[in-house]
């Protein structure tokens, strides 16, 4: 046995002897002035004082504290101060890594923001361009017009031009 299972023996005898001695010191319930079940009325029958004077039940033995087995269950948020160690035992991510992770995560929805942006300009761009195409042919449309007119302006002119050469002949020859 070892030297402090004697020390334990004393104080258990120690704390008993004076549970003893209290109740030696009580009242007898035929105290005068006070009904017979005066100081029986205060505890139900079936019950102990302990020591320390929680209530016991004399049938029942007291249950032990079932230690969950899952840790993260039963350790709160921030038990330990090393935030690495907390979400180490807790079985979560570490902030760092958690913000890490959120940070890919938030690159990630960017490049897909910025596709989907990219994608709109693009097809904006398109559509301005061959709305400027467009415009340029009817441009080009318009000068070939005004070009043929004048072509035939031209031709109109040249013929009345031939046509006075001729005529301007045939009176110097026939003069």
């Known amino acids: 046995m070892d030297p402090d299972g004697d020390v334990t023996g004393q104080i258990n005898k120690a704390a008993r002897s004076s549970a003893v001695q209290k109740s030696?010191?009580?009242?007898?319930?035929?105290?005068?002035?006070?009904?017979?079940?005066?100081?029986?009325?205060?505890?139900?029958?079936?019950?102990?004082?302990?020591?320390?004077?929680?209530?016991?039940?004399?049938?029942?033995?007291?249950?032990?504290?079932?230690?969950?087995?899952?840790?993260?269950?039963?350790?709160?948020?921030?038990?330990?101060?090393?935030?690495?160690?907390?979400?180490?035992?807790?079985?979560?991510?570490?902030?760092?890594?958690?913000?890490?992770?959120?940070?890919?995560?938030?690159?990630?929805?960017?490049?897909?923001?910025?596709?989907?942006?990219?994608?709109i300009v693009a097809e904006d761009d398109e559509e301005g361009r061959l709305e400027r195409q467009i415009d340029e042919i009817d441009e080009q449309i318009e000068c070939y017009r005004r070009v043929e007119v004048l072509r035939e302006k031209r031709d109109v002119v040249k013929d009345l031009l031939q046509k006075r050469i001729e005529d301007s002949e045939q009176q110097e020859g026939g003069e």
């Open 24 to 119: 030696a010191e009580l009242p007898s319930p035929t105290a005068p002035g006070l009904p017979a079940d005066f100081f029986d009325s205060g505890l139900p029958s079936g019950h102990a004082v302990s020591h320390s004077g929680s209530v016991l039940k004399a049938d029942e033995p007291e249950k032990p504290v079932l230690k969950k087995e899952n840790t993260a269950e039963a350790l709160p948020e921030g038990f330990f101060d090393d935030p690495v160690t907390d979400a180490k035992v807790r079985k979560v991510d570490a902030p760092k890594d958690q913000m890490d992770k959120e940070w890919d995560e938030f690159q990630k929805e960017l490049r897909q923001v910025n596709s989907a942006s990219e994608a």
